[in-house]
């Protein structure tokens, strides 16, 4: 089965690739070129199936493939719009693979499917695990600050400067870091008064 | 505050009536909030439609057909509500085949080579309109030229990079190419239709159903602001508010020039959704076999005048319908 993976994003676009062909020996896996129009691209490789990214302007080309001829119906499937995941859900959930898609068999397009479908979403993980990571770095190094402040102007030792934000955080029903980050606001704005006074 | 209403439009000049609605808060003077999605391309549109993800759009009256009759994507219930512009769109030929042209017509053109060219969705206006005109000159548009789909914005790239020979495009794209000296309008939309109607409001019928007070409003909002983008002393600033970059990001003068009626530009001011266009797009989707016969019912369906006159809109006099070969 010849599948057309047509992603102007290079490095996703040659991992989905290697995926697909880990997945299939049958998979015979073509990329569109990088400034080929997809429904000529789509003309001169003939696929079987073509995984499509959304976000792609001349993705309307692809509405005419079968209006040129019934022979040329292949089943598209779409894949990812980072900006916009609610519409790839939304496409997942109708099945993606209706486009286009007559009464050609099922069984073949599910592997390449479920392979794709399974791509996208580590990757999505992926980066949901590192904003995540990111997130809390930000927040310890908030809360790092303002121990220090504590520490250096109410003369709190380490541990009592963390109690401190502990008990405020419970006291509040707020995170640890939102307590810092409000200290450090408040404090910092004291200071700036102090020096511009 | 009432329910967000989602509207889809692409960036063209003849999306005026809804980018100008929201920035003068027209919408929200009639009750509503509505957001704005710019999409890249007429199948996104379709495609959030189907799936919900839009209530609403503006819409080539051929692929809200499609949609309808289930010829492309999910089938999906749609109404049309309204006419939201006539006119603006224009054949433009490469730069090389002027000569040609003015001597022997698009026929003369077209014996001479294979033609390639661009329209921006299989199921559109301008491939409709484009196929009329070469038929009416005795060219088919099946056997004699090649007919390809391109986006807009990618039409002047390939005149000036050979991969077309021509296209038929919304405005600006034709005056951007001329603008460059890549290519000549050969012939303007209004010549072949005279006044036909552009782009459209296509509302997902669910929505209808439930809020239709909300529709109303909608209209209403849409009937002021396509007057406010009809007016003529009002146009270099609707020029300077799409030549954003959020929008068209083109120059502001050059989308002023396209949005001029009386060079062609878009015409914002017939809004009846009539039921004759609705009928002559369908009878031509079925002689270019782009949609089987139960298109006309589908299309006649689709067209909702009874929306516009809820809304106050009125029906224009009995017009003839005059085309290039009439």
Redesign the interface.
């Known amino acids: 089965m010849k599948i057309l993976v047509a992603d102007r994003d290079g490095n996703r676009a040659a991992a989905l690739s290697a995926q697909l062909r880990a997945q299939d020996d049958a998979f015979a896996v073509i990329r569109g070129a990088d400034s080929e ?1 997809l ?2 691209a789509v003309r001169r490789t003939s696929p079987d199936m073509v995984l499509v990214d ?11 493939v ?2 040129l001829s019934a022979a040329n119906a292949l089943p598209v499937v ?1 894949f990812v719009d980072d900006d916009d995941p ?2 790839m859900e ?2 997942i ?2 099945g993606v693979t ?3 898609l007559y009464d050609l068999a099922l069984p073949a397009i599910k592997p390449v499917l479920r392979t794709a479908m399974a791509f996208f979403k580590r990757t999505r993980q992926m980066s949901a695990r590192l904003a995540e990571a990111e997130e809390q770095i930000a927040a310890r190094q908030t809360i790092e600050s303002a121990k220090r402040l504590l520490m250096t102007q109410d003369k709190m030792s380490e541990p009592a400067a963390h109690r401190f934000l502990q008990r405020r955080a419970m006291d509040q029903q707020k995170k640890m870091a939102d307590i810092a980050a409000a200290l450090l606001a408040s404090r910092g704005k004291a200071e700036e008064e102090k020096k511009n006074g | 505050m009432a329910d967000v209403i989602r509207l889809g439009l692409l960036r063209l000049s003849d999306a005026a009536p809804v980018i100008l609605a929201d920035q003068e808060k027209i919408f929200a003077a009639h009750g509503l909030h509505v957001e704005l999605f710019v999409e890249p391309s007429w199948a996104n549109i379709a495609d959030k439609l189907g799936y919900g993800l839009l209530e609403g759009a503006v819409m080539l009256p051929p692929l809200a057909m499609a949609c309808a009759a289930g010829l492309r994507g999910r089938k999906t219930a749609l109404v049309v509500s309204m006419s939201l512009s006539a006119n603006g769109n224009a054949v433009t030929l490469a730069a090389r085949l002027e000569e040609r042209f003015a001597a022997a017509g698009i026929a003369g053109v077209a014996a001479a080579k294979k033609l390639r060219l661009a329209v921006v969705h299989g199921f559109s206006t301008h491939d409709l309109l484009l196929r009329y005109w070469l038929a009416a000159n005795g060219v088919d548009p099946d056997r004699d030229v090649e007919i390809t789909v391109l986006p807009p914005a990618e039409m002047v790239g390939s005149l000036a990079a050979d991969a077309i020979d021509g296209f038929c495009g919304g405005a600006p794209w034709g005056q951007v190419a001329a603008h460059a000296g890549l290519g000549f309008v050969a012939v303007q939309s209004r010549a072949i239709w005279r006044d036909h109607p552009e782009k459209c409001l296509a509302l997902r019928a669910d929505f209808c159903a439930r809020d239709p007070a909300g529709v109303q409003a909608l209209l209403r909002a849409l009937i002021t602001a396509g007057g406010m983008c009809a007016a003529a002393d009002g146009r270099d600033a609707l020029a300077a508010l799409l030549a954003a970059p959020n929008y068209l990001d083109l120059p502001a003068p050059l989308i002023a020039t396209s949005l001029d009626p009386a060079a062609g530009g878009p015409v914002f001011a017939p809004q009846y959704p009539a039921p004759a266009h609705a009928a002559w797009f369908a009878g031509q989707l079925l002689r270019w076999r782009k949609a089987p016969a139960g298109i006309v019912e589908v299309a006649a369906a689709l067209y909702r005048p009874d929306f516009f006159a809820a809304a106050g809109g009125g029906a224009p006099e009995r017009r003839t319908e005059v085309f290039c070969d009439s």
């Open positions: 129009n429904l000529d959304m976000a792609r302007p001349d993705r309307d080309g692809l509405d005419s079968r209006v779409m609610e519409f939304a496409a959930a109708a209706s486009y286009h």
